[in-house]
């Protein structure tokens, strides 16, 4: 385990850019498997956010691509946008970034904020989305949730395990200005469009798919992924009883072994 452990943090800090839809877009790519997997990060996201998801996913049968959208991790500059319609342009970009690196098929893995851009992304390459899995994210945003955000507007009052990684990977005044501007933008999404996120989206789906949510998820409360479960066509929902927002890192066997079952199964 110490080994492999290495390899994936020796893998994770190698990284590749590419120019899609006039940004230069960081990924990272693991493992050289037939199945291919592209992971979406949530807001500020980072890729060590995603290690206990990797670190036992077998590398010979799945190769893993990790991106950041523009303005997360190493695709910087530009800043962050966050101007309406920000989750469709970044799955705009997803798919352009599948299509320049020459992948035809592949499933989508999303975390929050990721989870609702992968949404997207699969109702918009219906064709060439084999499996979708997302966890802890939602379609529609309400005024309690917006209270709860706002909870989370100071950026030090964090605990000190989100806090510094976020600090030494963006700096103390991008992360403060980027999580002020992320909950802005919600708080338009909900003013000017009625909360819906990607509710519209729904619908398109065709992929199988798998979500993944915490009872006790105080972020995005578990009435989200009903929602999804209930519109999404013969999607399976999985709950982790006292399972809060990072269910990949807090319950990391039982997170990867459920997501590996459901792509393995034909």
């Known amino acids: 385990m110490i080994d492999q452990q290495t390899t994936v943090s020796t893998e994770i800090t190698n990284s590749t850019k590419i120019k899609v839809k006039g940004f230069e877009i960081n990924y990272f ?21 995603f290690e206990p998801l990797i670190e036992n996913f077998d590398r ?45 098929r592949y499933s989508m893995l999303g975390w929050c904020n990721g989870g609702c851009t992968a949404l997207i992304a699969a109702s918009k390459a219906a064709d060439r989305v084999e499996k979708l899995v997302v966890w802890s994210c939602n379609a ?28 030494q990977m963006y700096g103390e005044k991008y992360v403060s200005d980027t999580w002020s501007g992320w909950i802005d933008a919600f708080h338009k999404i909900l003013d000017e469009d009625d909360g819906d996120v990607c509710r519209g989206v ?58 590996d079952n459901f792509l393995t199964i034909q």
């Open 60 to 104: 010979k049968k799945y190769t893993i691509y990790i991106w950041d959208p523009p303005g997360y991790g190493l695709s910087r500059p530009p800043n962050r946008d966050f101007s309406p319609g920000f989750l469709y342009r970044d799955a705009d970009c997803a798919i352009a970034l599948m299509e320049a690196l020459c992948i035809d």
């Open 140 to 167: 529609y945003v309400t005024s309690k949730d917006l209270e709860f955000y706002e909870t989370t507007r100071d950026v030090y009052a964090w605990c000190e395990k989100r806090r510094l990684p976020q600090f």
């Open 202 to 259: 729904l619908a398109e789906i065709n992929a199988p798919t798998l979500i993944l949510h915490g009872s006790e998820d105080d972020l995005v409360p578990i009435e989200h992924a009903v929602y999804l479960h209930d519109n999404i066509k013969g999607s399976t929902l999985e709950v982790f009883p006292g399972g809060k927002h990072i269910l990949h890192i807090l319950f990391p066997e039982k997170f990867n072994s459920l997501v």
């Open 29 to 49: 790519k693991i493992g050289n498997g037939p199945q291919k997997l592209l992971i979406f990060p949530g807001a500020l996201g980072q890729v060590t956010n």
